[in-house]
């Protein structure tokens, strides 16, 4: 017990003269972007009371952060949570997770390169996981897409009568089988994942991605079928294009998000 107390005591010591920080916490910079990026994705109606955002520990790339079970515009710093990749809480202080955090932890389980994963049920792509029309990219801002978009089936994984979520290592691993090496899945009756080697790029595909389903959506009606999509070299100039200029719009929408809340 002695000892306990003082391992406490010390604990706070240390943590004091770090700026109140463990040596092992996150910078603050990518809390304060995670949090952002819930703001920001709930301003431009990528996600609502439901979703979510994660990134991988700065410090610890065998741990990932994700806010606690809640609507996203309403996240803050104090809300933030620390999980292993077997997606259960370091320290959950009694707070509530999300069921479908196994998404963000058998993602970086699997993509070392993965540094932010975004689950959305953006409506206008949720069509396209239940066509037999692919999702491919009508303009350049979307070129990430190029490389293709699978759709994960729930079925083949957890069997006919699911209640669609992702909620145990298992369906997670399956997921991230089906997304692969691409920056997006649909999930079939549910919505859709992003990952990024940033939060900003996580939120820039997670953004456009939602854009462009609305976009070949129209061009899909306009042109009985017949639509010229960006080829894949087309797609690949215009990706590494745009991954350069990520901060452009992540500034506009950071305050766009703020403006909201003022």
């Known amino acids: 017990m002695l000892r306990h107390l003082l391992s406490e005591i010390f604990g706070i010591v240390a943590a004091t003269g770090a700026g109140l920080r463990t040596p092992g916490s996150a910078d603050s910079a990518l809390i304060d972007d995670l949090v952002a990026a819930n703001w920001i994705l709930a301003q431009q109606g990528v996600i ?37 990749l077997d997606s259960e809480a370091l320290d959950a202080r009694g707070r509530t997770p999300y069921l479908e955090r196994f998404i963000h932890g058998e993602i970086y389980r699997t993509r070392p390169e993965v540094q932010a994963v975004v689950h959305s049920h953006s409506p206008a792509v949720i069509p396209f996981g239940v066509v037999e029309v692919a999702l491919r990219p ?8 190029g490389a ?29 089988r089906t997304l692969g090496d691409a920056p997006v899945a649909l999930m079939r009756g549910h919505g859709n994942v992003v990952v990024g080697g940033s939060i900003r790029e996580a939120v820039f595909r997670a ?3 939602e854009v462009n389903a609305r976009l070949a959506s129209e061009a ?6 017949r639509v010229v999509f960006l080829n894949p070299d087309e797609a690949a100039a215009a990706a590494a294009t745009n991954r350069a200029q990520i901060g452009r719009p992540w500034e506009l929408w950071k305050e766009q998000a ?5």
């Open 48 to 84: 609502d009371g439901f979703g979510h955002v994660s990134a991988r520990h700065d410090k610890h790339p065998d741990r990932f952060l994700l806010a606690r079970s809640m609507a996203p515009a309403l996240v803050t710093a104090a809300d933030i949570m620390e999980f292993g």
């Open 138 to 145: 009508v303009f350049h801002l979307a070129g990430f897409l």
């Open 148 to 176: 293709g978009v699978p759709v994960f089936e729930i079925r083949e994984a957890g069997g006919p009568a699911t209640d669609m979520l992702v909620r145990d290592p298992a369906l997670g691993a399956a997921l991230a």
């Open 207 to 209: 953004i456009y991605t």
């Open 220 to 225: 899909l009606r306009l042109g009985g079928g």
């Open 258 to 262: 703020l403006a909201g809340r003022r």
